[in-house]
């Protein structure tokens, strides 16, 4: 039985407005996939960006595997996603035409194995709109504490 990865940008939720998301396929070398199965990868400065009509993941950050050797993969680097094509035209026209952004939501893997990127289309809070989401989450921790109490 694998053991379940789920390694989260719970920045992402804050700063933007998620309005789609999709399950997207990293093209990974033999040494990054086992440091992603040792839970060491982190996805909260990460961004992803179009170029030549495919999808690339930037500045993630996945640790080098400790027992490798000179076959190590470089910490941070650009990591192609693999999606379907109807999906990738969908993504870069509303890319061009909205000024939205694809951001990074959470890495994990899959019942086979496979590392996968839920990626999301996003768009920019402004300031007082994280306010706003500041003060909802407040509200909600304090009602919990009440409910609990009783």
């Known amino acids: 039985m694998l053991k379940k990865i789920n390694i989260f ?3 992402a939720r804050f700063d933007y407005e ?5 399950n ?3 093209v990974l070398a033999g040494t990054e996939i086992k440091s992603i199965r040792l839970g060491k990868a982190n996805i909260t400065e990460s961004f992803c960006e179009f ?3 495919e999808l690339f993941a930037i500045n993630t950050y996945i640790e080098e595997y400790t ?9 941070r680097s650009e990591r192609k996603l693999l ?12 890319v061009q035409a909205k000024g939205l952004t694809i951001v990074p939501l959470k890495l994990f893997t899959n019942e086979k194995g ?20 500041l003060k909802e989450q407040d509200t909600k921790r304090d ?6 109490s009783f």
């Open 18 to 22: 998620i309005i789609e998301t999709f």
């Open 83 to 94: 999606l379907k094509k109807k999906e990738l035209k969908g993504l870069l026209k509303s």
């Open 24 to 26: 997207a396929g990293i």
């Open 114 to 133: 496979l590392a996968k990127l839920q990626i999301g289309l996003c768009k920019g809070k402004k300031t007082y709109d994280k306010r706003e989401s």
């Open 67 to 75: 027992f490798g050797n000179q076959f190590n993969h470089k910490a």
């Open 51 to 53: 170029s030549n009509n």
């Open 9 to 11: 940008n719970k920045r």
């Open 143 to 148: 009602l919990d504490r009440i409910k609990k």
